[in-house]
């Protein structure tokens, strides 16, 4: 299988609620490796990869939930750890910023995924080209 006809493939309902749980499942074991790490470390991208998995390959409606659910999970480990921000209203503006990130995140790859679903499918562009040449 190809790299393209994998991204493209449309999962049955087993498969997406296993990517659901797994990807719920790696966004507590990063939340937790935070915890431990400390604020020093930005894990933002690693949070991210579970959230396109689902955006992707399940649905963008269970990304918007995972998001969320990343963000206070984030939220609650910048608590837990103090940081340098004694006050709660920076953490909680951090977290609205990364849960903009990550819904963000989401719409674009909903919109993407969309679109490529939805255009006529070419076997290879440079086919029609071709085909076009020949006619001339």
């Not at 690693?46 to 918007?64: C, D, Q």
């Not at 719409?107 to 995924?113: D, H, I, T």
Request: hydrophobic share 50%; charged share 15%.
């Amino acid at each position: 299988m190809k790299i393209h006809e994998i991204l493209l493939c449309t999962p049955e309902r087993t498969t997406k609620v296993g990517l659901w749980l797994i990807a719920i499942m790696l966004v507590g074991s990063i939340g937790y490796l935070h915890l431990l790490a400390g604020p020093a470390y930005e894990f933002q991208l690693f949070f991210m990869l579970p959230i396109a998995l689902v955006a992707w390959f399940v649905s963008t409606r269970r990304a918007y939930v995972l998001s969320l659910l990343t963000a206070v999970l984030w939220y609650l480990a910048d608590r837990q750890l103090g940081g340098d921000q004694p006050d709660r209203i920076v953490l909680l503006f951090n977290m609205a910023t990364r849960l903009g990130l990550f819904i963000s995140l989401v719409w674009l790859l909903g919109y993407v995924r969309g679109m490529i679903m939805c255009q006529k499918p070419f076997s290879h562009p440079n086919e029609s080209r071709q085909a076009r040449a020949q006619e001339q």
